[in-house]
């Protein structure tokens, strides 16, 4: 599975954008697709994820209110709606693929496939 993120940009502080991440294959065995960011030095931390089947989402308390994940399972896309952008939510946005169960989707080790990442900056 590849996955391939888009969406990413320069914004005022304030202002929206939008991420897209589309998986290359259907799987029948996928069970989540989440939103991971990372500022240089330190960890890699949640943003938000989706249940493939049910629809469930899942948001860290930093983004909860300000950002939507949804997806498209025809698409085999999932999408991450910014609004209300700050400062701190610059990093790079990185879209992961769960493709065998796991009890929890808020950890990297949680996912087995990783986008390339897309840069998000928020000016102030």
């Known amino acids: 599975v590849q996955l391939q993120a888009f969406g990413g940009g320069l914004v005022q502080a304030g202002g929206s954008l939008r991420l897209s991440c589309a998986a290359s294959?259907?799987?029948?065995?996928?069970?989540?697709m989440g939103w991971f960011r990372e500022v240089p030095g330190n960890k890699r931390e949640f943003v938000a994820a989706i249940t493939w089947s049910g629809g469930n989402t899942l948001y860290s308390d930093s983004v909860r209110g300000r950002f939507t994940i949804s997806r498209d399972n025809a698409k085999n896309t999932v999408y991450l709606q910014m609004n209300s952008l700050k400062p701190e939510d610059t990093a790079v946005y990185y879209c992961?693929?769960?493709?065998?169960?796991?009890?929890?989707?808020?950890?990297?080790?949680?996912?087995?496939?990783w986008g390339q990442g897309t840069v998000v900056t928020v000016s102030s």
């Open positions: 992961a693929d769960q493709v065998v169960y796991s009890s929890s989707y808020y950890h990297t080790e949680d996912y087995e496939y």
């Open positions: 294959v259907r799987t029948f065995n996928r069970f989540a």
